[in-house]
């Protein structure tokens, strides 16, 4: 399993303090760490395991999994006795652990060599999903339903009839076992032993690990389940995350949220948007692909939510110098896919940053000796602002540290301890056989287990009652935000509404024969306006609201525009083009042999509304009439300089007059 998401259970991290693990009495250094709160400790090792087995924390940690463990055998014995559903992890490494210091330095966890500092390190890489999990069972778990006292006889019984009632209840408790695995879907083996009157035991081997089955241990009258995992042939360990390489990440914040991965190649690994997700989830999603080295926006200064999520992974930021503009962004994701305006942005942020940090990329990797990774060394060059040399002479004397901490070899037992272990072998045994004796005389417990069983019910239900109040809070928190979510539309639909009453008014005076339009708007023309003089600007205003011969067209912004722009304007045939802003030769050039009337935008008085706008008709009658002045003057002045210029070829080639 792994916990990407925000740390929501409890790790221990262990180490120990004072003593020998082979010894008597060590003790222990302890640190209990759910994500934001930290208690620390120096308990017994009596104390550890019974902090373990009341508390069940998701993790034990530690640096050397033989500190809480002699040998082998009692390694298995550990990892035996813990809670279903606790892992113990090696922060380390696996066979050929590495020093707790270098790991700590190399994922930014605070170290120091005393036992607390370092029993915290261990379970502050545990909650990073740092280390490996030991395990010595694999997820095959034997539930074993069998009798739960002798069959001597007893209470005043015939010992046929106890017998034959004690494997009756054996055989009802293995249907409802049955039942129950069969309920929740898990594949099982089933193997009974028959005999007079029901069975003397069942066993299923079940395929799920003891905390994913639906029965727990018991002993409850004539009958008992024991449950025990499949022991493997050696110590296994298993990552709790796999690698995860170093990215650059593009965030596009909003009611719609899309995030976007790329490697530190330029390749784009993943492109996501939601409109439901909070941070946490996006956090989740985005460790799941990868350990951001940059945080990018395409919009300057970055985002509230942005920068969130930039300091949750303490990565570099990056912004452009200005908002990038669509025809960039659009250029720039071209060969890229995507669903939505969203995850185009995300993407060219991340692009864009990737563009802006390609040569940083490359003279670190340059630098970066083959045995070393880049990625962590580029996380600290751009992200922590080191260089190159700092990090890679930090490395070097981590690799010079002593290992002995991290030896994992059990010492070979001495003949004493050998001795003690036989001794404490013979009194397990012992002890088992006073149990077998005993088990008539265990009817006598049916009130003290089922007192346990209350107060496991009563726990049960505390825990549900806690489970309850986390989804009321998570409810109320999602209802706030939908509240929230609602305002903002409401607010939009009001925008749109007065902006609609805007455009009906203006619709109606431009397909008005202003005979039904009140006195004070006689007299006004529609003008309408178009951004910037190109080819993109006068498409797009076209697409929006349309553009039609005999129309008056008003550039906010005329320079610029060149032949092609110049044509396109004027198969249009507008009635006037009004300028900000001085035209190209070439463009005026076109508009006046095309006959296409052009005037100084100050020229005449225009009332704005959004992306429509009204004029006086008089003023723009005045402007086409001056245009055309204009026009005739300029006429005559190029027929009179063509006749100048036929003058001067005549007389150049010798047959004008001496």
Sequence with gaps: MQRTAALDDVIFGVDVQSGDVRGDAPSYALVIFDGERIERDVVSRRKLRRLIDDEAPAIVATDNMYELAADKDALVHFLRELPDGTRLVQVTGDEQPEPLSRVASRHGVPYGKDPMKEAEAAARLAAGNVGYEVSAFSDTTQVKVARGRSTGGGGGWSEDRFTRRIHGSVKKRAREVERELEDANLDYDREVTEKYGGFSNAVFEVEAPPEAIPVSRERSGDTRIEIERERLEGIEFEPLAHRRDHVVVGVDPGTTTAIAVVGLDGEVLDVHSTRTADTAAVIEWIVERGRPIVV?????????????LRRSFDAAGWTPESDLPVDEKLHRTRKQPYDN???RDALAAALEAFDDHADQFERVAAKVPPREEVGPVLARVVAGEESVESVLDDLADDEGEPTETTE??????????KQIKRLQDRVDRLESHVEDLDETIEAKDETITEYEEKLEEARSEQRAETRKRREVTRLERENDRLERELQSER????DLEGKLERLKALWKLDHSNFADVEETKEGLVPVKVVEKFTTAAIEDADDRFGLAEGDIILFRDATGAGRSTAERLAELDPKLVLRTGGLSDVADEVLFEEDVPVAPAENVTVQ??????????REVEAAIEEWREYASEREKARTAEMVDTLISEHRASGHGGS
Excluded at 296 to 308: H, I
Excluded at 408 to 417: G, N
Excluded at 491 to 494: A, G, I, K
């Design 296 to 308: 990018a926006a395409d919009v300057t200064p970055m985002p509230e939510t942005v920068e969130k």
């Design 341 to 343: 305006d969203h995850e």
């Design 408 to 417: 994992h070899t059990p010492r070979e037992l001495t003949a004493e301890e």
């Design 491 to 494: 607010e939009r639909v009001e």
């Design 608 to 617: 704005e509304v959004d992306e429509l706008a009204v004029a006086r008709e």
